[in-house]
């Protein structure tokens, strides 16, 4: 077991924790974005630590495909979301 | 080397992680908490790159450190800035009493729960040896998969099919966008110095994704990346008040936003014809069809993001085909 | 046979693309991709049906190192209800949807979303699960903004976080997976995981993730205001299928991948969850004012039965009673939604017709508008479970394996649930038959009434009386 | 043409000089000039060599001093600092000079453009008490060097 | 000579960096502490770079860190002055 | 030399950190912004040091964009500031 | 399959293709939908006589249909069923022609007739239904075919009435289902098979067999009025006559007596029932239900509902011969299937006509109308007396067979005087309304006169059904001896049952 995987590994579950404490708390729509994005980046590195196999040696390329293409997905959704609560505002500061 | 000296690095880096992670979430002040998350993204961007992990560090540069934070941005309420009450929702003023401190704990207790969990079942999972056999597989592959950089490899050619959808996905981001109707209203125009600035960055950021492009094949880099790159160039135009930005209008843009699903698919579909796997590259052929797919989906990936950023379908102002060419012409950047 | 595979993604994807393009002419393109992709899902369906379950390994890359396509008895059943429903509800949509810059905007997305269903039925690979489910996310969220109004554009919004954070979680679990076994592969996983930590953390995330997206009762807040908002075609995919296709991962993910990591505890939380389904979603829809709502609230309530299955599947021993029960499961499923998209379709008429679709005034429908109130009867009888829907076939067994294994609570929540289910029909019909003054109009059957009818008569008849063969499909397994 | 082989150079200098890069590199840097042409800088004004080089010995050395500054300023006990506001006359109308002048002011010790309004700088000052004229003009010339350009006379 | 040459810059960078990091926390207010960072950073990152360049076996990877450093300080000076200006027109207008 | 560079990681690393205390502490935006231009800065300098460090090249272009995107993400911030006192 | 797998097929289908088709005809289209009516039930009427003749001489019907593994919808003619598909169909036919007189001119008759037909096809179904699965089938798609029929006038009694209906036989449904399924995984698939097939099950499964049994016949008993279980059927009244026609005589009612005879002999078995100690509680049941629904119909004045009361204590008459063992009481409960539908549906018919000609609705207005409409009123004395059991009219027949099957069975006791009092109730509640319809001077004009243009007695399709039926009671009542007579067919039935 790598010092720098587990160190790594442990930090990510705090943060997918935060993210969803985040998500499931905020009342604005903006910070739960933010708070899922969180979330995600702790997947991510959840992922990339799983992947990392010590200083000098080539790292499991394949997770960092998936993040990546997991990072796509995330944009994606978050523009979407951002998109639609721009929309909202606009209506609520119309009434 | 030793690493053990990083220890004290990686433990910095990571206390500044959860650190921020945890101040952009403690807020209630929505554009505090989208500037530290920014700030998240750039301490993330580092710790990919300690990780080895150059391609992600790469994305989280253009993405976290970048876009994202603009896209954040611009959708900070704008009519109470730095105020706490954003829900314009008044019956949320009741909820302010025990019964949501108590549900803040038991939320708060749930997620401290499932870190404990996750934590738990990755470190079983972290200490039996390390699974290798995909990997090897991978890499002895590499050869076959007309480029060098293994996470290149992976995304457009052993698991193209991911690729495939994920920009089915973008392309889906995008539509959704477009229904949603209206564009933001533009900036105002920046002054000299910002002008000056979007002067040299713009067409560096041109060069730059030209180059990340390019250099995906055979180390860190890709479309996404440069796709985001140019991207940021037009957010960059765009925050300077000007109303074009790098996109077209009308059939082009719908081309450009459907280049990367519809290259990709034509690819896969005319391979199949030819008697092969769907997306199964003949191995001489590979390095080239991927570049073609990767150009296609840069741009598609650019015009995705910054529509995202606009917010909606360019106003199509368009009166008459005259003026729609000159336009055509005046926006070719 | 495999080919049909391809085409099951590649088609409607094309098809997206192409109505992007020529937007003009978007409604013809669309039917007609439609029409393609349902001619591959029946090709595949014959295909399974002769050859045993199909697989195909994208790219030509071994499986593991690529992705693996595969098709078994289940996931071609749902793969052609999909597109006999996404069919019917695209015939009606066509009519919907009259404006052109409408048309242009719904088309695409909406062959985007059936190609994230079928890709989800066909996937092999949890990955690639993670994204066919946020493709599956993202259009169902911006079809559903295409009401317009800002209820749509407010539930929309929900729907979309809350989709996201259960992708996130689902991805969670997929990354402890891969840490764990160093395989993305469905195939292969069940040969290599173990009942252990890792495991059962990553079933419990991806199953969270996924309860969230197919809404069982605690997580279904968000999907009445999403599913009643939405533009009547699209209520009707998302109600029928889109929540189906995150319960499919549930049912593969316990039943085959995890099938000796998943534990009877688990299973009987599962069922409770669904009692609890059963019987709010019900009273809810009995409280609705409005007709959408109230088909909203069923399909929560609905799902609900689905999830009563796992504690009975996991108490029987494998054999014929067990494949009898999951027929049942799948019967019901598959009921449901041709049930709930024809429902859907047909409030969607009475809504274009009457300008509303408060249940309240809604007498005299049955005068106005014979066929559609038809619809919605025939709907009314799969839902409440009678004969001869195939929703009766599959209560049937659901109340069968409660009796064999003595889960007599099971028993208990379903009668109750399908009274209740009777009352808020009949609720609907009482007024749809209420009196008014009688206008001589001739029985109509529109464009727009046809796709509501067919698929409610899927539901009520022709699987309740046909429906012996999808047992037989589903002996085909993986 | 000038631009052109400036993003050409920067292009060599991203791929390391990579030959086969030219694929991609060429239609590139044509975007890039492209872009940079509609962006309506303008031709590219007439840079003097000397003056290049004045100009970036100033830059260092000031840049170095400037730092030191700061840095010093603030480690010591007590903070060196008696900040304040102060508006300065420009002599330099050239736009692109401008920015690269209030960019460079930002480099200085103890200034920073905080402001640009008409033809007068806003400034901010660390130490209110030292008059930043004398450097500012030096820089001034610098860029005007530069740039093949005359100061023009100041009323300040 | 060229590695002591290249410790001695990195070091001196590594100065720098910390000294502007101290002033953004001591200094009193948005602006003086904008001075700090573009000074003292900018300044940190150059004798870095340099130091770094200095170590490389390659002049072009060398030349692409002192692209690296331009970009840098072109771009936090200008990020610098807009900060500066954003607050300054804020407290003029209230 | 290698003792070296991870000094200075790690030395790049308290300056961050010191950065990340303004980041929280604020109090303006502005103050915020500029911390987090800083937490830019740092990281460019603390790429560049790992790509020798650990003898990753590629790190040096995550560096290159790092800093273009940092000019962007503060751009982003003063524009939408300006968009907002409309 | 052939013709013999075809032939019960054809028989529901007779009445379900025209009825299906009728929905979609025009309103105004009324000879069309007149003719695929009359079309539809004769050629049921035909096809009815074949299966009687065939099922006579042993010949075997049976259809079958896999709906799910294990799970066969089966369509099988035995002695039982061809009495229960004789009985609809020749009412069925008596009914719309009745139908097509009392809703001339009336709203949605497309929609009416269609689901009228559905209903028929539906108790038709039910008839042949060769187990217990096809039967739950069977009775399910009736009730969904009744409701829209008690609903059909659109009135918020009508829609009441119809989800008061619904609420008690679908809950009835559900635990029918419930026990079905049971039974199911206890037994297997559940064939009716004359003399039962759970005789065979180990002892150790009987107390759960009573518990279904109990699931089973309450939710029969809902359908079948038994009390506590009947309060749908005074509200259903609102329906069209023909519709409470149908309702009492030959459908919903019906059906749920027909399935507890099933359920008694076909699937338990009646000895193995009263092994079990079933039968006595079944019996109790059905007199307290007999006692109860003629003494509430003594109290109403209103003539729909004191029928509708009339039928609840008249249906349990068919209870209590399924409860009383051995073969006569058998014969007593099972003629009584056919005597109690015949003359149930005269009362309801002659009821409609005092409704629909004259607006009489309570039993207080009758006064004098046997002389403004004799044949009608002759009818219904036919009937009525049928029901209090006069000779020779068919009731009598059923009655006498319950008592002596009661003491045949050594019940006597208790079966007596239930019969003794019941027929006095009846009388109690019918002697009166035909002193006054045929003594009583009418008053000064009728409540409300309808159909004016029948200046004596009432239009030709209203008049000659309940004319026709009430003939029939008196032909079944003095003709019982003759072959092929209701009488016989029970023996016969009875006879196979008991394995005689």
Redo the contacts between chains.
Sequence with gaps: MLTAQVLYGLTACVIVALGLRGALLHASLLQRVVAINVMGAGVFMLLIAVAYRGPGLPPDPLPHALVLTGIVVAVSATALALALARRLHAEQDND | MNTTNLLVFDGLLLFSIVGLAWASLATTDERRSVILFMAFGLVLAVAWGRLLAPDVALAEAAIGAGLSGALLLAAVRKQSPGSSHTHANPDRNYSESGAKVVLQWLVTLLCAALAGTLAWALLHALSSAPHDTLPRAISDNLVASGVSNPVTAVLLNFRAYDTLLELAVLLTAVLGIFSLGQTTPGYQPA?P??D??VR??VP?LILTAGYLLWVGAHAPGGAFQAGATLAAAGVVLRLTGRSRIGLPDGFVLRIIMAAGVGVFLLVGLTLLLLGRPFLGYPPAWAGALILLIETAAMLSIAATLLLAFVGGQPQSTAVNAAANRQREENSRC | MTDAMIGLVALPLTGAVATLLLPRSATVVAIGAGLATTIAAALLLFGVANQGALHYEMGGWSTGLGITLRADGLSALLLMMTSLVALAASVYASAYFSAASERARFWPLWLLLWTSLNALFLSGDLFNLYVTLELLGLSAVALATLGGKRAAAEAALRYLLVGLLGSMLFLAGVSLIYAGYGTLDLATLPRVVEPGPIAWTALAMMTTGLLLKTALFPLHFWLPPAHASAPAPVSAVLSALVVKAAFYLVLRLWLDVFANVVTPVAANLLGLLGACAVLWGSWRALQAERLKLLAAWSTVAQLGYLFLFFPLLLALPPGPTRDLAAGGLVMLALTHGFAKAGLFLAIGVIQQRCGHDTIRDLDGTAQHLPATTFAIALAGVALIGLPPSGAFLGKWQLLAGAVETGQWLWLVVTATGSLLAAAYIFRVLGHAFGHQPYPNQPVTVAREEWPALLLTAMAALVLGLGGAPVWKLLEIGT | MARMAILAG?WW??V??RADAWLVGVPAVALAALASVHLGSPALPRISLTGLFAFLALFLRE??R??????F???GTR?R?E?GFRRYRLHISDPSARVLL???I??L??T?????DGDHA?L?L?DSSDSPDPQLLQLEQAVAQLFSLRLEAGDD | MI?LAS?IL??A??????????????????????????????????L??AG?AL??Q?L??S???L??WL????????????????????ET?R | ?TE??L??AT??M???F??L??VLLGP?A??R???T??I???G??ML??LS?LLDE?AL?DV??LL??L??VA??A??GQ??AR?D | MNWDAWLPVLVVASSLLPGLVIFFLREGSHRLRTALNLVGAILKLVLVGILIWGVFHEHVYESRWTLAPGLDLVLHADTLSVLFVTLSTVLWLVTTVYAIGYLENAPHRSRFFGFFSLCVSATVGLALAGNLFTFVIFYELLTLSTYPLIAHRGTPEAVRGARIYLAYTLGGGMLLLIGTVWLHVLAGPTAFVEGGILGRLPAEYHPQLKVIFLLLIIGLGVKAALVPLHGWLPQAMVAPAPVSALLHAVAVVKAGAFGIVRVVYDVYGVNFTDQLGLLTGLGIAAAITIVYGSIKALFQDNLKKRLAYSTVSQVSYIALGTAILGPIGTIGGIVHLVHQGIMKITLFFTAGNYAETLGIHKVSEMNGVGRRMPATTLAFSVAALGMIGVPPVAGFVSKWYLGLGALEAGMAAWVMPVLIISSVLNAAYFLPVLYRAWFREPGPAWPAEHIPAARFETSAALLWPPVVTATLALAAGLFAAAPYSPLEWATLIAHREYGL
């Design positions: 002054g110095v910002f000056g600035l040299w960055l560096v | 920067l200098l991203m390391q000089g840049s170095i400037g730092g030191i500054d700061v840095a300023r603030t480690l903070l600092i900040p209030i960019n460079c930002g480099l010790p103890g920073l453009a905080a402001d640009l806003e901010h660390l | 590695n410790s990195i070091l960078g590594l100065f720098f960096y910390l000294a502007g990091s101290i002033g953004l926390l001591r200094l009193p207010d948005l602006y003086t502490r904008l001075h700090a960072l573009t000074k003292a950073d900018n300044l940190g990152l150059g870095l770079a770094l170590h490389s390659h072009l990877t030349l692409k860190l692209l690296i970009a840098v300080l072109a771009a936090s000076a200008t990020s610098a002055h807009l900060i500066a200006r954003q607050a300054r027109r804020q207008r | 030399m070296l560079l000094l200075s030395g790049l308290l300056s961050l010191l950065g205390l303004r303006s502005g103050d912004m500029l911390a231009q800083l830019g800065t740092v460019v300098g560049l040091v020798v090249p040096i560096a290159l800093a273009l940092a000019a503060a751009a911030f003063t500031q300006e006192h």
